[in-house]
């Protein structure tokens, strides 16, 4: 690897479940303009084991830009970070870690790779409140109008540069929603 911090931001979802294609469509506007060198923009769609072995290859930071269920208005765009103790409480249990090569389950990637040894750096979610998970094709119109603003911001981390990317500076205050918490018994996100 080279001295210089490498960044992935990757677009996941499912296209033909509505809003699901959210992130596959904020990565598509990202694709098509300039980004900087030091970090891969790419549409990983529902290839939860390309991500892994993306992964694995090292990387500095991640930027997951998925749907984020909240409870929130729907076209709601906000960013977690999701810390390795976020992704251990999240684990079901510590048997094997089983990944569906024709699934994208962003959370069990991750417990793929903590269970491997590898890392995945800092891990941000730029997340989306959906409307509509039917199967369809088309984002429903509260979370079409909440893509640009989700480029934007992505555009305003990478501009941040990638000393607050992966962590080595703090991100600026109020730009991180309040962490999300499940509890564990009823599956309620808090």
């Known amino acids: 690897m080279s001295a210089r911090r490498r960044v992935l931001v990757a677009g996941l979802g499912n296209i033909f479940l509505g809003d699901d294609g959210f992130g596959v469509e904020v990565a598509a506007r990202l694709l098509a303009g300039p980004c900087p060198t030091w970090l891969r923009v790419a549409d990983y769609g529902i290839r939860g084991v390309h991500l892994a072995y993306d992964l694995m290859a090292g990387y500095d930071a991640t930027v997951l830009i998925d749907l984020d ?3 929130d208005a729907p076209g709601t765009v906000r960013l977690l970070e999701i810390s390795a103790a976020d992704r251990a409480a999240g684990r079901a249990d510590d048997g094997p870690v089983l990944v569906d090569p024709h699934g994208m389950q962003p959370q069990r990637v991750l ?3 903590d269970s491997c040894g590898s890392a995945p750096g800092r891990v941000l979610l730029v997340g989306c409140e959906p409307a509509d998970l039917s199967e369809r094709m ?3 119109p509260p979370v079409e109008a909440a893509v640009e603003p989700a480029v934007a ?3 305003q981390l990478w501009e941040l540069g990638p000393a607050v990317l ?3 500076l703090p991100l600026p205050a109020g730009l991180l929603a309040a962490p999300v918490v499940e509890d564990r018994e009823t599956g309620v996100r808090v």
């Open 111 to 113: 417990d793929l790779l």
């Open 69 to 71: 269920s909240r409870g």
């Open 166 to 168: 992966t962590g080595a």
């Open 138 to 140: 088309g984002l429903s």
């Open 153 to 155: 911001l992505v555009r």
